[in-house]
């Protein structure tokens, strides 16, 4: 089920916590929603799932509008919020129970949809126990397993694996990915890994606007205007001369010396397979022994440390 984001803002007093956004997430496609405190992921999806009014603009999950039908739009949503609020004072399976009845799970598959919820989730172990006697991270998977209950569409996920180790987030992160292969999956987190590891796509938004919208390798690839590249260079007479020699190919920008690398230099550019051809014809000019090139990956959390900076 497709979800269509149309000018969605939303106002407190003169303050825009979400600032005229559009967007869309198809079926079978799990989006990973980014940015920093603040910057409305969290309202965007409490709008999403009808726990808040837009003050401008409209969200369509399918054919239904969250303005017009909230209640059709949340019949098809499972949402695990930041907080995860549980009634902690209810066994695990009693509470499954509950929220199948209150999500509309027909009472003959109750008992089916609950157990195949433990299975999925791993609280076979737990099932028995109050849920207040539960870990952070069983928890967290009774979170999961109650925005699940009732095979909903959409899967609206705020740190889906907050408090889980890292055995518990490898086997969510696999999870999600089977869910995203039939629902529409959005999810938010700060772990930018856990991001590449499971979502098709990435939107980072930052003081309630879009700064970015796209696969990891496109963002990647947009944020290649400027290179980075790692050279050692051996038998050049001296550093001054390698920079200064280095800072008069075209697509150079800048040229810094690395003090725990002998000869080192780390290298600020533009289209690095290009500037690689010519830092290699200038050392054979010279007669320099090129030693060491590696172009730096441009990672992630540098494109989000730089969209997301003021």
């Known amino acids: 089920m497709k979800i269509t984001v149309s000018n969605l803002t939303k106002k407190y007093g003169s303050q825009r916590a979400v600032d005229n956004i559009s967007f869309e997430v198809q079926t079978g496609e799990v989006l990973g929603f ?3 405190n603040g910057a409305g992921k969290t309202t965007t999806m409490k709008i999403i799932t009808c726990f808040m009014a837009p003050s401008d603009g409209d969200v369509m999950v399918g054919d239904f509008s969250i303005l017009e039908h909230p209640e059709e739009v949340k019949k098809n949503i ?3 919020p930041e907080n995860n609020p549980l009634y902690e ?3 695990v399976l009693e509470y499954l129970e509950y929220v199948a009845e209150l999500q509309g799970v027909p009472k003959e598959k109750i008992q089916e949809r609950v157990i195949e919820m433990v299975v999925l ?3 076979n172990v737990e099932k028995h126990k109050k849920i207040g006697e539960l870990s952070k991270g069983y928890r967290q998977r009774v979170g999961l397993a109650q925005a699940m209950i009732h095979d909903p569409e959409i899967l609206i996920l705020d740190e889906p694996t907050t408090g889980l180790d890292p055995n518990q987030i490898i ?3 696999k ?3 089977e869910l995203g292969r039939s629902k529409t999956v959005i999810l938010s987190t700060h772990i930018l890994s856990e991001v590449e590891a499971t979502c098709d796509r990435i939107l980072i938004i930052n003081d309630g606007k879009i700064v970015a919208d796209g696969t990891a390798e496109v963002l990647k690839q947009q944020a290649e205007g400027e290179e980075m590249l790692r050279v050692q260079i051996a038998d050049a007479p001296n550093n001054d001369e390698v920079i200064s020699s280095l800072m008069e190919l075209e697509r150079v920008i800048l040229v810094d010396p690395i003090k725990e690398l002998e000869n080192g ?3 600020n550019c533009k289209e690095s397979a290009e500037t690689r051809k010519e830092i290699f014809k200038l050392c054979v000019s010279k007669n320099w022994i090129l030693t060491q090139m590696t172009p730096i990956e441009t990672k992630l959390e540098d494109i989000f440390r730089e969209l997301t900076t003021n």
């Open 89 to 91: 004072d209810m066994p």
């Open 171 to 173: 086997e969510i992160r």
């Open 265 to 267: 230099f780390m290298i």
């Open 78 to 80: 499972g949402y695990l």
């Open 175 to 177: 999870l999600i990915r």
């Open 121 to 123: 989730t791993g609280l």
């Open 34 to 36: 980014l940015g920093p």
